[in-house]
């Protein structure tokens, strides 16, 4: 399974920017999708999820400003960032979570994207 990630760039505070992330490659059923975000000197932090029955959460750093959504016949998740602020800079990575029945044990995979820089000048 793969994932690639685009959408990234530069905006001025207030702007926005949309985030894609497509998994492809042998994929059986994926769960769980979320963004996670990491800046300079910090650990790696999750901005927001969405379950596999459409179930959102999000930090409260980004609460009411960001919107995370998917579309399964894709297997695509997305995040809206809108009203950017600075501090919203880091690099941005998708996460999925796929689960696999297999000898009637669930198993689950969990794979990342290479990430995309997002920079929100003040």
């Known amino acids: 399974v793969q994932l690639q990630a685009s959408g990234g760039g530069s905006v001025q505070a207030g702007g926005s920017l949309r985030l894609s992330c497509a998994a492809s490659?042998?994929?059986?059923?994926?769960?769980?999708m979320a963004w996670y975000r990491q800046a300079p000197g910090k650990q790696r932090e999750l901005v927001a999820g969405?379950?596999?029955?459409?179930?959102?959460n999000y930090a409260d750093s980004v609460k009411g400003r960001f919107i995370i959504s998917r579309d399964n016949a894709k297997n695509t998740v997305y995040l809206q960032m809108n009203s950017l602020k600075p501090e919203d800079t880091a690099v941005y990575y998708c996460?999925?979570?796929?689960?696999?029945?297999?000898?009637?044990?669930?198993?689950?995979?969990?794979?990342w994207g290479q990430g995309t820089q997002v920079t929100v000048s003040s």
């Open positions: 996460n999925i979570v796929e689960i696999v029945p297999r000898s009637g044990e669930i198993y689950s995979y969990v794979y």
């Open positions: 490659g042998s994929i059986f059923s994926i769960n769980g």
């Open positions: 969405i379950t596999g029955g459409g179930s959102t």
